[in-house]
Every structure is written in structure tokens, then in C-alpha cells.
């Protein structure tokens, strides 16, 4: 099949190469000229586990490539829009690149006379794409729904640091579909996969990416509420996980009690439904809760500091500056409000990561980076970890320093946990 892939961020980029991977014929199309030389030189413009190997692959196929040329729209059959979908203010999502995209997209498809199906990707609020996408789609191509118009909106679930397996071994594939034409060229293109396909209106297609997406943090802000009565308690509340987890009512996956959620999705969906719900005048209690215990819980790590010694003029090493192992994203980071709330309190904050230095540079220019775990740990009085990478899990690194392990890595002499 033939494929244009609007956004060369990471879901589109992602999606791109992996539906090229599976013998397609790709363009990714961005408006940023410099990431499209980048893509087209073979080198990756996000951090991604098998991503350089992927582009290198497919731009040796010849079935990759990228290109600033709108136009390459209408040499294509199905074009996905993977652009972004940043909170407004109130935490609606603003879907300004979603209606440009469409736009374009529909202006493209007067030059071609065959059928041509258009995919959502973006997450965006239920309804945008029956109530925005198409109408644009359809007055900028002159075209009808069902009438050489196909449209869809196919939801992902990649996880950072799993992308690209996660789209190669779906648990499902979610299709919501508007006609018979997306419908049959989207089980097409996934056929190949061999998974679940869930076949539903557009709509819902939407809303089940907004609700797992709120489910997982709701998981994880739920275990975060427990663990904290369980420090209380003195009870361990990683253990209290694993009595939990066999149960396959709760699963043993999303019960890893810590500083809270963060990264692009997250944080943007909870906001932006439960945004949703309140403008509808309904009352989202557990949404609301969802995000004050993720904004509450890493600065649970600052208190649990300050009841041992006076945070002001020490020198606290923060380790873990990506919103996750296994990349180098900062976006809602966790460590964000943690070094934000140290430095009001007059720590000299010293801190690494294995991949987010760079990012978080650009927040936080006054802070001291180290390339070394040791070497920022070394002249530090206490070391807060924020990030699950499994070079911090050593404790002889620690010696018998104050630690306050926000995700449960390390047991050293002198550790505190955030729920155990
Ligand atoms: C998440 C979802 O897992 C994907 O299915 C979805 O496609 C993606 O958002 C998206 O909407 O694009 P991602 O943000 O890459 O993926 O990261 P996760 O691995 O889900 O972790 C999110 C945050 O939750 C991290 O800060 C992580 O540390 C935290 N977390 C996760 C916990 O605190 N405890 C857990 O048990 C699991």
C-alpha cells in the first residue's frame, strides 16, 4: 500500500517506518525542513530503542522516505495524521495542528481522482474526528464521505522506550471507522500482524485511547494513595503489589507505587478529559484525584528529605531527569517539580541521567550535570532518585548516604522509600 504519514514526531515517525518495515511504501511528511534532511540522512531525530537500525532498513528499501511536499499526498492511497495535540490552558487539547493538517491534507486530494482514506492518529477529544477532520477533509477536497473519501481514526498504545514492538505485537488493533473504504484498507494494512482487531464507530475509537490512557494513570496514582498508607503503616508496599498482581482482575502490570506519572501522554489525557467532563458540568472525582496525587507525590520525596536534615544549603544529588527509563523525553517529568521545589528551599542541586541531560538543561541551566552516577553522588549530603534506570540500583554506590528512592531500585545501607 501506499502511505503518507502527516508528522514525523514520534508516533508518526514510528508508525512510518513500521508500516514500511512490513513491506509498504512510506512518505512521512513535516513542515520542519531540517528533521526531514535528518530522517533522510538515516539519522533518527528521537531517542528510541532500534529506531536507528529500523531507518537505516527502510531507507535502504527505498520504501522510506521523507519529504516537506504536501503535494506527495495524492501519490498515496491512505494518509495518517500523527501530529501533535499539546493542553490548551485549561487543559483541553489543542488540536490547531490536527485542523491544519486536514486542511492540507483535503487541498492535496484535489489533485488525485482515485479513492484516498484519511487516518487519525492524533489523540484529541471523542468527536473530533466526525466533527472537525471530516469537514474540513471534505470542503478542502470537494470530496464526500463513502464518495472517494475514506475516513478513520486508529488510536496507537507505544510506549516510549517500546515503540516499535509495541506496534509490531499489538494487544489490539482499535479501528473506528466511518465507511466501507477505511474500514477494508485499514484490516488490510494491519492483516499482516495477525492480532485482535476492535472495529468501532470514530467516536469510540477515540474515546478508548482517552480511557486506557486514564485508566493506567488512574492505576498508578491508586497504587501511589496505597502506598503511602502503607509507609505509614510500615508495611512495604512492593510487597503488598506482588499479593496484588496474580489476581488477573488487577494484573501484575501498572502496580509499580513511586514519585507519580509523567511524559507526553499521561498528564495531557487525564487533563483533557477530565477538562471535557467538567465543561459538560459533570463532576470528574476521580480524574480531579488522579492528578493531585501525581502532583502531590514527588514533592512527598522533598518532605521526606526535610524531616531528616535542612534542605537549605545542601547539596542533594538528583538522579533521573527522563519522565522514564529507556529515554531521553523530560515532558512532565517527575524530577521537575522535585528540583523546582529544592531549589526554592535553597538546595544546590547536582543530578544525572543517562539519556536527558540535554532536555533538561534547557529547564534547568543552573544546575550542576554529571555524566557519572558516582561522581554526582559523591560530594552529595542526601540523593533523591527519580527515574528507574538500573544503573542506581547499586548499593555500594551510596555507601551510607541518605537515599530517598522514589522507584523502589535500590536497597542501600541507608535508604528511604517513597511507599515502603
Ligand atoms: C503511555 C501508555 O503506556 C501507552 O500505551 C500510550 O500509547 C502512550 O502513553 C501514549 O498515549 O502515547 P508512555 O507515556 O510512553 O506510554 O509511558 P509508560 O510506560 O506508560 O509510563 C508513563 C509514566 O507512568 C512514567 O512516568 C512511569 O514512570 C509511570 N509509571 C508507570 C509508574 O509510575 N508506575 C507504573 O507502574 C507504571
Redesign the pocket.
Known amino acids: 500500500m501506499r502511505i503518507s504519514v502527516i508528522g514525523s514526531g514520534y508516533?508518526g515517525l514510528i508508525t512510518g517506518l513500521c508500516l514500511a518495515d512490513l513491506g509498504n511504501e512510506v512518505v512521512c511528511i513535516d513542515v520542519i525542513e531540517s528533521k526531514v534532511e535528518t530522517i533522510n540522512r538515516g539519522q533518527s531525530p528521537i531517542f528510541e530503542e532500534g529506531i536507528d537500525e529500523l531507518l537505516i532498513r527502510c531507507l535502504a528499501s527505498e520504501r522510506f522516505r521523507a519529504t516537506i511536499d504536501i503535494s506527495t499526498v495524492a501519490q498515496t492511497d491512505i494518509t495518517f495524521i500523527c501530529v501533535g495535540t499539546p493542553s490548551n490552558p485549561d487543559g483541553t487539547w489543542n488540536i490547531d495542528h490536527v485542523r491544519s493538517a486536514s486542511k492540507a491534507v483535503g487541498k492535496a486530494l484535489g489533485q488525485k481522482s482515485s479513492d484516498h482514506v484519511v487516518v487519525l492518529k492524533s489523540?484529541v477529544i471523542p468527536m473530533t474526528c466526525e466533527t472537525v477532520v471530516l469537514p474540513i477533509l471534505e470542503a478542502a477536497s470537494g470530496r464526500r464521505q463513502g464518495h472517494g473519501l475514506g475516513v478513520a481514526v486508529n488510536p496507537?498504545?507505544?510506549?516510549?522506550?517500546t515503540a516499535i514492538s509495541?506496534f509490531m505485537n499489538p494487544d489490539r488493533v482499535v479501528i473506528g471507522s466511518g465507511d466501507h473504504l477505511s474500514s477494508a484498507l485499514l484490516r488490510e494494512l494491519y492483516a499482516p500482524l495477525g492480532r485482535p482487531i476492535v472495529e468501532v464507530p470514530l467516536a469510540t475509537a477515540e474515546m478508548i485511547?482517552v480511557a486506557?490512557?486514564a485508566f493506567?494513570?488512574t492505576?498508578?496514582s491508586f497504587?501511589?494513595e496505597v502506598g503511602n498508607i502503607c509507609k505509614d503503616m510500615g508495611i512495604d508496599f512492593r510487597s503488598v503489589a506482588e499479593g496484588m498482581g496474580p489476581d488477573p482482575r488487577i494484573g501484575p502490570?501498572?502496580?509499580?507505587?513511586?514519585?507519580?506519572?509523567?511524559?507526553?501522554?499521561?498528564p495531557k489525557?487525564v487533563r483533557g478529559i477530565a477538562a471535557e467532563a467538567h465543561r459538560r458540568g459533570l463532576e470528574p472525582l476521580i480524574l480531579d484525584a488522579v492528578l493531585e496525587v501525581n502532583d502531590r507525590q514527588p514533592l512527598r520525596m522533598v518532605e521526606m528529605l526535610a524531616r531528616s536534615l535542612d534542605i537549605n544549603g545542601v547539596q542533594v544529588a538528583v538522579l533521573g531527569l527522563a519522565?522514564?527509563p529507556g529515554?531521553d523525553d523530560v515532558r512532565e517529568?517527575?524530577s521537575i517539580p522535585v528540583v523546582t521545589k529544592l531549589l526554592e528551599r535553597g538546595a544546590k542541586v547536582v543530578a544525572h541521567d543517562y539519556q536527558a541531560i540535554e532536555g533538561f538543561r534547557k529547564l534547568f541551566p543552573e544546575i550542576t550535570y554529571y555524566d557519572c552516577p558516582e561522581d554526582c553522588v559523591a560530594e552529595a549530603d542526601a540523593v533523591l532518585i527519580m527515574?528507574?534506570w538500573p544503573g542506581y540500583s547499586r548499593p555500594e554506590m551510596y555507601d551510607d548516604k541518605l537515599v530517598i528512592d522514589g522507584?523502589g531500585v535500590t536497597r542501600s545501607k541507608n535508604y528511604e522509600g517513597i511507599c515502603w
Request: charged share 25%; net charge positive.
Open positions: 508516533v489523540t496507537e498504545f507505544l510506549r516510549e522506550g509495541d485511547k486506557s490512557n493506567l494513570a492505576k498508578i497504587v501511589n502490570l501498572f502496580l509499580n507505587a513511586g514519585a507519580g506519572f509523567g511524559g507526553s501522554c499521561f489525557d519522565f522514564k529515554t517529568s517527575r527515574t528507574a522507584r
